[in-house]
């Protein structure tokens, strides 16, 4: 009769390590966290505190946009806003091609285009900053940063117009929303 050879590995197949015990299992990278909202929802104040409280990275998109191209995002805004799309998906896609421990702080209308919101559904969990627009008026006002969907005509009704349009799609994307009228902090 033939002598049975020794399996290596466990009945379900898993290999084992020494003495017949299962090889340790890798770490599971932790999921990006990207947050989302209207301009001036606190999305890059509260991914620089998210990312030191968790000990991970931050990326505030458009900066990340700005240092790739070289340029500012009202000068690429500039090209027209489609243009400036494309340049956004694929800095996005960059950011998030590898699961790391990071907090990405995007553009408020990153959730326009499709392929941004399965790009940040499948590679990240998304959180909704999610402020009043009263509130937000307020906060831009506050603000000198530039704002190139804004600078064309009464701030009050682009908001708003912003806020019909994107909110339902935040919505639908964010796997949280979070009350951000308050003290970026809490």
């Keep these: 009769l033939p002598i049975p050879k020794r399996r290596s590995g466990r009945s379900d197949g898993t290999p084992t390590g020494r003495r017949g015990l299962a090889a340790p299992k890798e770490a599971t990278p932790p999921t990006p966290i990207a947050l989302v909202g209207l301009p001036g929802s606190g999305k890059s104040t509260v991914a620089q505190l998210l990312a030191a409280r968790l000990g991970w990275r931050h990326v505030d998109l458009d900066e990340r946009i700005e240092q790739v191209t070289g340029r500012t995002i009202p000068e690429l805004f500039g090209d027209g806003e489609d243009r400036f799309r494309n340049v956004e998906t694929e800095v996005l896609r960059g950011v998030l091609a590898v699961p790391t421990g990071v907090v990405v702080a995007t553009g408020g209308g990153i959730v326009t285009r499709a392929l941004n919101r ?43 117009r912003l806020a019909n349009t994107r909110i339902p799609l935040y919505e639908g994307l964010a796997a949280h929303r979070v009350d951000a009228a308050g003290d970026p902090e809490q």
């Design 118 to 160: 399965s790009v940040l559904t499948a590679r990240s969990t998304v959180i909704w900053l999610d402020v009043p627009v009263e509130a937000l008026l307020d906060r831009l006002r506050a603000d000198a940063t530039a704002r190139p969907l804004l600078d064309d005509g009464e701030p009050a009704e682009l908001l708003a």
